[in-house]
């Protein structure tokens, strides 16, 4: 692969910290480089320095000759005063761009609902973020430079971006360099990674989930001292490593390695044990929405929905900008009256909500994050266990001398950290988050991950973060035309619904019609009613088998966790013993599945959602 462009021996230093130090990269053609740090890092700032729009203290930067390269910053330069139109084409006569189906693609993925007449300084931030894009991407470069190129972007156009960018160029031409913090995005589009930490840039073979593997075995080989970070990225490579993603990832060393790494690491949360205690706080009844419908303008948000929440649910609600999700949190919350329909909300439940703005913080502002802490309880419990706000906020990223730093003083990241922090001192049984993962890095993205995997309540959550909606919510949920459908097989199918609402729009069909055709999806899927039709004495009998189960399930856990000490004591030379051992585990694993299973049965028979 030819030599395009890179950097020797850079060195960068501000008067409060260095950012690179004595930093050397190559970029060649084919490369589609993902780059990854915590912020603050100095990522933008490489990416500027490898442009040539920032200059070096010492070294230098080599660029081939004619190398035509495209960068989107995080702040656009778009002219206030000029229109979409000549923002994104330029002087370009119509019949020109026009005729170019490369360019009509980009403008209908991303900009399609804006008008092509209005003045770029009547738009809002997102819509100006777009327009940028747009124009860079119809652009003829050798190498694109994207800064937080998915900020403002719905799912389904993140999707549709990362396709791009993957086709844009032949085969091992062009290449891409992208900071972002969406981890499923990094594993769609990079081949390889750049971690920029404490000055130094690491590289990384493959995508987001090798780039997990590898970094989990340099810490183990390494014997690094943050035992706290290694653990919390051998719990994120125990989930990647059990998916799909995992499967489809070749680095370039064994997998054994990896499973070696993960053999003792329980599942990311367990699903049972969590909804088992949220009905204990919250009872049978959560959130009830019944024939809601919601108007707007003359748009209807939500037409004539019925939805149930309950107890211990973890719920992800897809939809794209403007379907209406941010509504429809506001009327489970009660925030927000429908139009017609009614909303039942347990008498137990106690909400809190964790919202895109940081307005709850203004007002404490002026105030120490020691003295916030202080109006909290001194003791919470936290994944069993008993600890102190300021032991969690440690947790979240923050070091002691944070603790002494007025709110007003603190960056996005550790404002949106300590806002979650407070809401959970609360102590909800109903947590609703929209966009929890603005402002986060992608290790805080996996320590927030951490913390809800072991909260006991429901969560609902509204997230064009695919990876994070995968990773911490059980059911997901699409908002399409103003209907609730589930989403069994979770983004994919989402995305498979909007792929034939689109073709329903271009055929003159209607969108319900084409469903219901292909049962590709149900509007307002309700759970099947309940029989109540049970004597006393069978109610008694199934009340006796459920605490039956529950002791068998514990008996079952012990004899799995028992297998996986003989299984970790097991000499590792010896593949048939342990060939043996792993389907004793496994049929332990099964057995334990199917009274889980019967326990659910049960539960829902008697009334317990």
């Keep these: 692969m030819a030599f395009l462009f890179g950097c020797e021996g850079i060195h960068l230093e501000y008067p409060t910290k260095k950012v690179l130090d004595d930093v050397t990269l190559g970029v060649h053609e084919g490369d589609r480089i993902g780059i990854v740090g915590q912020n603050g890092d100095g990522k933008s700032t490489l990416l500027g320095v490898l442009a040539g729009e920032v200059e070096p203290d010492d070294g230098l930067v080599r ?244 939805w149930t929440v309950g107890p211990g649910d973890r719920v992800g609600i897809l939809g794209e900008n403007g379907a209406g999700k941010t509504t429809l949190l506001k009327i489970v919350q009660g925030a927000l009256k429908p139009d017609s329909g009614f909303v039942k909300i347990g008498k137990t439940v106690k909400f809190a909500v964790l919202s895109q703005r940081l307005d709850e913080l203004e007002e404490m502002s002026k105030y120490r994050v020691t003295e916030v802490l202080s109006r909290y309880r001194t003791r919470v419990v936290v994944d069993g266990k008993e600890t102190t706000p300021a032991k969690l906020l440690e947790r979240l990223g923050f070091s002691s001398r944070h603790l002494y730093t007025r709110i007003c003083d603190l960056s996005g990241g550790q404002k949106r950290r300590l806002q979650l922090l407070l809401i959970l001192l609360d102590e909800p049984n109903v947590l609703i988050l929209d966009e929890p993962g603005n402002d986060l890095d992608t290790d805080m993205l996996a320590v927030l991950e951490d913390l809800l995997d072991t909260w006991a309540g429901t969560l609902v959550m509204v997230t064009h973060d695919r990876y994070l909606m995968e990773r911490v919510t059980d059911d997901q949920y699409a908002l399409i035309d103003g209907k609730v459908r589930h989403c069994p097989r979770g983004v994919d199918e989402y995305l498979e619904l909007l792929a034939e609402r689109d073709a329903a729009v271009g055929s003159g069909r209607s969108f319900a019609d084409v469903t219901r055709q292909t049962g590709a999806s149900q509007a307002n899927e309700e759970k099947p009613a309940r029989v109540s039709a049970y004597s006393n004495a069978e109610l008694r009998e199934m009340k006796k088998r459920l605490a039956s189960l529950n002791k068998k399930m514990g008996t079952a856990a012990k004899k799995v966790e028992d297998k996986q000490v003989e299984m970790d004591a097991a000499d590792p030379t010896d593949f048939v013993r342990l060939g043996e051992l792993q389907a004793e585990l496994d049929a332990l694993r099964v057995a334990k599945e199917e009274l889980e299973d019967e326990w659910l049965e049960l539960a829902d028979a008697l009334g317990v959602e």
């Excluded at 960068?71 to 005729?99: I, M, S």
């Excluded at 706290?228 to 990832?249: H, P, V, Y």
């Excluded at 997998?255 to 044990?273: C, D, F, K, W």
């Design 63 to 306: 660029h081939t000759r004619g190398l035509r390269i495209g960068k989107l910053g995080q702040r656009d330069a778009l002219d206030d005063e000029a229109t979409v139109e000549r923002a994104v084409v330029g002087d370009t006569p119509e019949y020109v761009w026009a005729g170019d189906p490369r360019v009509r693609e980009v403008i209908a993925a991303l900009i399609s609902d804006i008008d092509w007449h209005a003045q770029v300084g009547t738009l809002s931030g997102g819509q100006r973020r777009r327009v940028d894009l747009t124009r860079l991407l119809i652009g003829d470069w050798d190498v694109l430079m994207l800064d937080e190129p998915t900020n403002h972007l719905d799912m389904h156009a993140i999707a549709w971006l990362a396709s791009y960018l993957n086709r844009r160029w032949p085969k091992g031409t062009g290449a891409l360099l992208t900071v972002t913090h969406d981890r499923w995005f990094l594993d769609e589009v990079a081949n390889a990674m750049w971690e920029v930490h404490d000055g130094a840039v690491d590289p990384f073979e493959g995508g987001y989930s090798a780039y997990v593997l590898q970094r989990v075995e340099r810490d183990r080989v390494a014997q690094v001292t943050e035992q706290k970070r290694k653990n919390l990225m051998r719990k994120e490579l125990a989930w990647l490593s059990r998916g799909a993603r995992a499967r489809s990832t070749k680095p370039k060393f064994h997998m054994a390695l990896a499973q070696e790494l993960i053999a003792g690491e329980p599942p990311v949360r367990n699903t049972l044990e969590l909804r088992a205690m949220a009905m204990q706080r919250l009872g049978k009844q959560c959130v009830s929405l019944t024939r809601v419908t919601e108007r707007f303008g003359g748009k209807t948000v939500l037409d004539n929905v019925d």
